[in-house]
């Protein structure tokens, strides 16, 4: 599974504070932290910060890159917002991969923001919605998904750059929600061949709720049974991170050995243990 890292975020009081004093030790920590935890992708977002938001993208870019090339997620939910800070930060770091996150859609999003991902080379993620929200049901997901991505693909973009994302809410707010989530990853997995990558922002699942943790590792056992195969989310949770490398063996995605996690930490050039990577960030 691709691991998008969640906690370079500006909702949370550490980062947006960072932002906003240009304090990048701050930064390079949280990196170094979600990178020890096995990140593949940094999502960045600025959040509700104040001054201008295209700088602080840069900033937040260029920032999270001197301690990592990995590539970066651009995570807004403004569509202008994005179409000004992605060439920006593709200026300012030619080399880096970078994956807008993310795009409806509605034709006023994908118009902007698809050809925006073909002419940066960006990987895009396509929210499984359109100009009249969040779907209630499986097939709506479905036909927003595919609308994207025949979209994507006649622009040009890689079936391997693009990844859709079934949209999850809060299960304390929409309970019968996630049942319609796994159920659109299964029926969007066949509307092409190839077929794209899924994603999930896992922790929407446990918002506001007490047991946040285990929903979320719960939760993400069940897509990875259904096909995802990318997520957003806190790679320093290491009881969640287990869990998912647990279910890749199970589901026959990884090969077994008695110490998988330590094979599986080896193959991506971590440290062994928990513990070495706690080390190793300090």
Known sequence: MIIFSERIN???????GAIAERNKSVIHQLAEAQLAGGADVMDI?????KGDPVEHFVWLAQTVHEVTDKPLSLDSAKADLLVQAV?????????????????????QYMEKLIPLAAA??????????????????????????????????????????????????????????QVHVIEAIRQLAIVNDPPPRFIVGLSNVSTKCLKNR??????????LA??????????????????MITAEILLGKQLYSDDYIKAWRMQKGLPVSAEAAEAEVV
């Open 87 to 107: 060439p920006r930060v593709k200026e300012a770091l030619p080399d880096t991969k970078l994956v807008i996150n993310s795009c409806t859609a509605a034709p």
């Open 45 to 49: 977002n600025i959040g509700p910060t």
């Open 10 to 16: 500006g909702m949370y009081r550490d980062v947006r």
């Open 214 to 223: 285990l929903l979320n590792r719960t939760f993400l056992v069940m897509c």
């Open 226 to 243: 259904s096909g995802l195969n990318a997520a957003i989310v806190d790679a320093a949770d290491r009881d969640l991170v287990e869990a």
């Open 120 to 177: 940066t080379g960006s990987a895009i993620i396509g929210l499984t919605m359109d100009q009249e929200g969040v779907p209630g049901n499986v097939e709506k997901r479905i036909e927003c998904g595919a609308t994207f991505l025949m979209t994507a693909l006649e622009a040009g973009i890689p079936i391997d750059d693009i990844y859709m994302d079934t949209i999850v809410l809060p299960v304390n707010a929409a309970m019968k929600q």
